[in-house]
């Protein structure tokens, strides 16, 4: 007999909070921005759920947890804002949360010895476009 996963064993705790780390935030700002290449970023938050990627959003008045964070260059990320993320993403040709989920699983596995491979990623997804 098949085992069934009730779907609010699925849905997010209401009390969960968000994940808060300063070091992977430290690392993110080491990083070139996804979009533009260029060094001095930002980290930007994925607000926006994915449940693909088991991203649910954010609750209201919070941030996503900073596992799910991108940089970005004060520009890009102002841009972000201004158009709405999923739509900047889209028009940007990049999934970000298949993208955060890299970046955070290689730091995860190798801690700051991942920047170099972190900047090799995101240097292939930009010469890909």
Known sequence: MAMQIKKSALAPSPKA??????????????????????????????????RAFCHYGRAKGTKAADRWTLPLISAEHTRQHQVGE?????????????????????????GDDAEQFC????????SSR
């Open 17 to 50: 909070k968000p994940q808060k780390d300063r070091d992977y935030l430290s690392f993110i700002h080491r990083l070139p921005c996804v979009v533009t290449g260029i060094f001095g970023v930002e980290a930007a938050h994925i607000s926006f759920a994915n």
């Open 86 to 110: 999923e739509a900047y993403w889209r028009s940007k040709g990049i999934d970000p949360h298949a993208l955060a989920v890299t970046l955070y699983g290689l730091w995860t596995e190798l």
């Open 119 to 126: 900047i090799e990623r995101i240097q292939q997804r930009r």
